[in-house]
């Protein structure tokens, strides 16, 4: 029988206290997940994920060699995972051993795992391990965050980006540009669509355009990179190196990784104004309106299930985060679609203002005022459409405003 390693799992209140939440268990190619009392017994307590709200305090989910679903979705993906897995000499696919190495610094929203320091107390805060040989590893193993794209969590101020000292929280994500052949100038076509989404009112982070080069830490990285790299503010960190936690609508939906396409088909875009509806507040399925129209325009084919999120300000009441992760993604995959269904399909060209008053009664946004938010949507983004060409290339911003004349919900 194999040994049984631990890790606390933790959460930073917004007061800035790290809370015992549970316990990450795993023997014989076994992971589950168990709570312990005192988390449940804090009059102030902060919410783990909306899953754990719903099945309660006795529930322990368990799997095999796959971590739970809600943890698995704290760790890279794809081709980031592989290169992680290769970093820290161990097999992509035992995602215990990967959150070992990732969960201590900086893991999306305001939890980490850690290794309890001699024996495991019940309520008291444990302190992490010793990792003091980490700052001479590769910082894959410590500040690569959740996706497929390679990135890292760096720290920046007045005096420029830097990987993190040990301990502190990076408070910007480095995009690297895709070095994969016809995926030039990512990195300036999703500056392009954040600033596009910023102009028209949605809630956008800050983000610009850096070389690799400059920033204390990753020279490995930079020297086997060519082209600017994306610096966006992460809006799960605060000023004082305080966490805001988020966690993923495909965390809230419960998607199981271990099927790639799970998160394109685990639900639709009327499933996302239901759930932003009942979480956030009816009065933000107008924001789900809003970027839907933007993907549709811009073509984003990637606003899939981890691409909607919500944050805990307060540790307990989830509001929709800000939009991310929005990339003309037809300017590479030209035949690419709709990242999940609206009104049963994916095609950009099907899509028409009076196909969001399904999403709007189901949601209980109204269905006419849907259909009259998505007009709106679209008259805003036009309006705007000049901001992209400050960004992309000439032929680029041709392309996507060529396709323009193509989409229903533009000249209907």
Do not use: C
Not at 123 to 149: H, I, V
Not at 232 to 247: I, L
Not at 310 to 335: E, M, Q
């Amino acid at each position: 029988m194999d040994k049984e390693s631990v890790l606390f799992i933790q959460l930073q209140s917004p007061s800035g206290e790290w809370i015992d939440v549970g316990l990450l268990r795993n023997r014989d190619e076994k992971n589950w997940f168990e709570f312990i009392d005192s988390y449940w017994d804090r009059a102030d307590r902060p919410v783990l994920g909306q899953i754990f709200e719903e099945q309660g305090r006795r529930w322990e989910p368990n799997t095999h060699v796959a971590l739970p679903r809600w943890f698995s979705h704290l760790l890279p993906e794809g081709r980031l995972r592989d290169a992680v897995a290769r970093a820290a000499d161990v097999n992509s696919s035992r995602e215990f051993e990967l959150i070992m190495r990732l969960g201590t610094t900086d893991l999306p929203g305001a939890v980490r795992a850690v290794t309890p320091a001699g024996k495991i107390p019940t309520s008291a805060t444990p302190a992490p391990s010793d990792d003091s040989d980490e700052a001479e590893r590769d910082p894959l193993l410590k500040f690569s965050l959740a996706g497929a794209q390679l990135k890292f969590s760096i720290y920046g101020d007045e005096r420029g980006l830097t990987i993190p000292a040990t301990g502190q929280a990076g408070n910007f994500i480095l995009k690297f540009p895709d070095g994969r052949a016809g995926f030039d100038g990512v990195p300036e076509a999703e500056l392009a669509s954040l600033e596009l989404a910023r102009a028209i009112g949605i809630d956008t982070p800050k983000a610009k355009l850096v070389d690799p080069a400059d920033v204390t830490g990753l020279e490995k990285w930079a020297a086997a990179t060519k082209g600017m790299a994306l610096a966006v503010e992460r809006f799960d960190r605060r000023a004082g190196d305080t966490r805001v936690h988020m966690e993923e609508l495909a965390q809230v939906l419960n998607i199981p990784t271990a099927r790639e396409r799970a998160k394109y088909k685990g639900a639709n875009f009327e499933t996302v104004a239901i759930f932003v509806g009942a979480l956030a507040g009816v009065d933000h399925v107008g924001d789900v309106i809003d970027r839907i129209v933007l993907n549709v325009l811009v073509g984003n084919g990637d606003a899939h299930l981890k691409n909607w999120a919500f944050l805990y300000p307060d540790g307990k009441h989830p509001a929709l985060s800000p939009v991310y992760d929005i990339l003309p993604t037809v300017l590479y995959i030209p035949n690419d679609g709709l990242g999940l269904n609206l009104r049963r399909s994916k095609q950009f060209a099907a899509v028409t203002a009076k196909g969001f008053e399904v999403l709007g009664a189901r949601s209980g946004y109204g269905s006419e005022l849907a259909k009259k938010r998505a007009k709106s949507a679209v008259e805003k983004v036009l309006d705007q459409w000049p901001t992209l060409e400050q960004f992309l290339k000439k032929e680029s911003f041709q392309r996507l405003s060529d396709r323009l004349k193509t989409l229903q919900l533009v000249n209907r």
